[in-house]
């Protein structure tokens, strides 16, 4: 199995990446044959969409790109930053870049939607967007966590979580993408 995971931030110390690398891995220790790739999507970066950007511009390479590290993964896991209480602006970028490439640009891959914030909120806002919004762009949503008060729970310099209740609902979130 082909797993990627990315952050929807382009924080570079972003906790989202964080947690979604975190997920990943610990995916990949309970099976083993599971490849990892880990974006980051600052490596996709693109003018601010708009319809004059994309008659001028076209289809950016970024975004065909972008899509094609979808199409060759098995699955997916996402994590959500929260700016607002909605998607950050970098990611609502490329995903409107790539939706208009590819409406179902998920292209059905089981996925795991994660959230993290320093807060009690977790993201929570973000996340509840993501669930919604996702399965109309082909996504095969499997299940989602919120994870509070991201800094108490997770040793960034380790890069373990330290909250055993945590890491066990994590285990037990991104253990759903082998459900059918």
Do not use: C
């Amino acid at each position: 199995m082909k797993l990627l995971a990315f952050a929807a931030s382009n924080s570079k110390q972003s906790i989202n990446k964080k947690l979604a690398t975190y997920a990943a891995n610990l995916f990949k220790k309970h099976h083993k044959e599971t490849t990892v790739e880990i974006l980051d999507i600052n490596d996709y970066e693109m003018p601010l969409y708009s319809v004059d950007k994309e008659a001028e511009l076209g289809q950016p390479i970024e975004a065909k790109r972008f899509l094609e590290k979808i199409g060759n993964a098995d699955a997916l896991i996402v994590s959500f930053a929260e700016h607002n209480g909605t998607y950050t602006a970098a990611y609502k970028n490329l995903f409107d870049w790539v939706s208009r490439i590819e409406g179902k640009f998920f292209q059905n891959k089981p996925m795991v939607l994660l959230a993290t914030a320093p807060g009690p909120g977790g993201a929570a806002s973000v996340l509840a967007t993501a669930e919604t919004s996702a399965p109309f762009f082909g996504s095969d949503v499997k299940a989602s966590l919120s994870v509070p008060n991201f800094y108490e729970v997770f040793d960034t310099d380790t890069l373990v979580m330290r909250d055993t209740e945590t890491d066990k609902k994590l285990k037990e979130t991104v253990a759903a993408l082998l459900k059918s």
